[in-house]
């Protein structure tokens, strides 16, 4: 029987998952992407806690006159900004099953570009 898109995404997330994790000092920089959002966060797996999050629909970063590429951009620049105060500079990149193209890639460069080393 042929698997959804969704159940190929959830294999391809797991498969990361075995090799991709985050610690204290290399913390996790998770990608969620919907239709018309993207959402970023910043975990560490050994205790458990998210040391920040960032998405194109939080108030501070202003979506309404560019596209999804774009803001998805904007999102990696403030989850950098985010990460750089709290201490943390480098981070293990997981792409959560998409393929690292358009709005995931668009979201990665701009955290590079804003100082996150990954």
């Not at 620049?77 to 193209?101: Q, S, V």
Request: hydrophobic share 40%.
């Amino acid at each position: 029987m042929a698997l959804t898109k969704n159940e190929r995404r959830l294999r391809i997330k797991n498969r990361i998952r075995k090799v991709v994790s985050g610690t204290e000092a290399r913390p996790r920089l998770a990608v969620y992407r919907s239709n018309k959002e993207i959402y970023a966060q910043i975990v560490d797996d050994v205790t458990g806690v998210t040391l920040g999050s960032a998405s194109s629909r939080d108030k501070s970063i202003d979506t309404a006159k560019v596209n999804k590429v774009e803001a998805a951009k904007l999102v990696g620049k403030a989850i950098a900004e985010k990460a750089l105060k709290a201490g943390i500079e480098t981070i293990a990149f997981d792409r959560g099953g998409y393929l690292y193209h358009g709005r995931v890639k668009s979201l990665a460069e701009g955290a590079r570009e804003a100082g996150l080393k990954f």
